[in-house]
């Protein structure tokens, strides 16, 4: 098993070198951050593509019932309209 130690024991770190980590550090975070925000703004648009495709399939099958019911509703009336007539006959 290896045991890491420092190069040198009494290496100190030079101003730098300390710049150099917190820059290294900030793009990573920062580039993490907008890949994260790209990431998700895809799955929203993917989301919002499902949920819309679902809107339209709920309004043709919301128009196919309307159609049957419209249907349904005129073949009523025309019976209605029948019945109107068959009562209106003067049966003398």
């Known amino acids: ?5 420092p190069h040198h ?3 100190k770190k030079k ?5 150099i ?3 290294m550090l900030f793009t990573a975070v920062t580039l993490g951050f907008f890949a994260e925000n790209i990431r998700e703004g895809i799955a929203e648009n993917h989301k919002k593509e499902e949920l819309l495709a ?3 399939h709920n309004f043709k099958t919301d ?3 309307i159609q049957a019911h ?3 509703v005129k073949k009523g009336i025309e019976v209605a309209d029948n019945l109107i ?3 209106q006959i003067d049966y003398k």
């Open 1 to 5: 098993m290896e045991v890491h130690h």
């Open 9 to 11: 024991p009494t290496h």
């Open 15 to 19: 101003w730098s070198e300390y710049i």
């Open 21 to 23: 980590e917190f820059v």
């Open 54 to 56: 679902a809107v339209v």
């Open 63 to 65: 128009k196919a019932e």
């Open 70 to 72: 419209r249907l349904i």
């Open 85 to 87: 007539k068959l009562l």
